[in-house]
């Protein structure tokens, strides 16, 4: 028997299903980079220990808001 592994929202908690849309938040040095759920698959990046599971467009525009209220200005300049 093979055992399916549950993702569940950083933000809200929800659990993935099949036919919802799906972000990925790979975390970075100098902040993230936002991926669609299929891409983060064919790159085997879902498990990695930098990424976050975000349910759809609300919970990450959520999480962009906190990163930004958290930021250092040096870290958001050109």
């Given at each position: 028997?093979?055992?399916k592994k549950v993702y569940a929202c950083?933000?809200?908690g929800v659990e993935h299903k099949d036919a919802n849309h799906w972000f990925?938040?790979?975390s970075t040095p100098v902040g993230f980079?936002?991926?669609?759920?299929?891409r983060a698959v064919?790159?085997?990046r879902?498990?990695?220990?930098e990424t976050e599971h975000v349910c759809g467009q609300?919970?990450?525009h959520?999480?962009?808001d906190r990163f930004m209220a958290g930021a250092k200005p040096e870290v958001l300049a050109p």
């Open positions: 028997m093979t055992l950083s933000c809200c990925v938040l790979v980079h936002l991926q669609t759920w299929e064919q790159e085997h879902l498990d990695e220990d609300a919970c990450a959520k999480l962009l």
